[in-house]
């Protein structure tokens, strides 16, 4: 009985002499990973007479606000998220009344070098590939605003966002 034991032993020891450097390396490496976002913000902000440096206010504003979100990196180029943000005053012959806000949420496909490696190959045979984003469009938001919330609602589409997109894949990441 002794005899057959001996092998089960070493043959488990062997396993876990094995496995558990991987096992600590793997807990090590993920344990150092930071969540991070990278997000690139585009405006479009018609300026009106009764407001002048609006598009200055609003685009420091939102990337300020970005920039304070846990494991946001605002980027030009390779970003996951794309927020497209265009702002026109509601005026009319007495002055500004307003603003519309039409926000579009859109997630990258070619969002690191892998990506767009793999889709150049996959479509390598047709002889196509995207030169700009290849993006999916995953919200659009309307909202009107008159003359003195514009800023509430910049703050409206920042809690959005990390509610509805960064909250899920900080809690994705962690696994």
Not at 85 to 102: E, H, K, M, R, Y
Request: proline share 3%; charged share 25%.
């Amino acid at each position: 009985m002794e005899k057959k034991i001996r092998p089960i032993i070493a043959t488990a020891i062997t396993i876990l002499i094995i496995i558990a450097p991987f096992s600590y390396l793997y807990s090590a490496e993920k344990g150092n990973r930071e969540f991070k976002a990278r997000v690139k913000i585009e405006t479009s902000i018609k300026e009106t007479l009764d407001v002048v440096n609006v598009k200055d206010l609003v685009t420091n504003f939102l990337h300020n606000e970005f920039r304070s979100l846990d494991g946001v990196v605002l980027v030009e180029d390779h970003p996951q998220w794309i927020i497209s943000i265009a702002v026109l005053p509601i005026d009319i012959t007495q002055g500004l009344l307003g603003w519309t806000i039409s926000v579009v949420i859109m997630r990258s496909l070619l969002d690191d070098p892998e990506h767009i490696r793999i889709f150049k190959e996959e479509y390598k045979d047709m002889g196509i590939f995207l030169s700009g984003h290849a993006v999916m469009v995953q919200d659009h938001l309307l909202s009107i605003a008159d003359k003195g919330s514009l800023r509430s609602k910049c703050e409206e589409i920042i809690i959005f966002f990390d509610k509805n997109y960064l909250e899920p894949a900080r809690t994705d990441f962690k696994w």
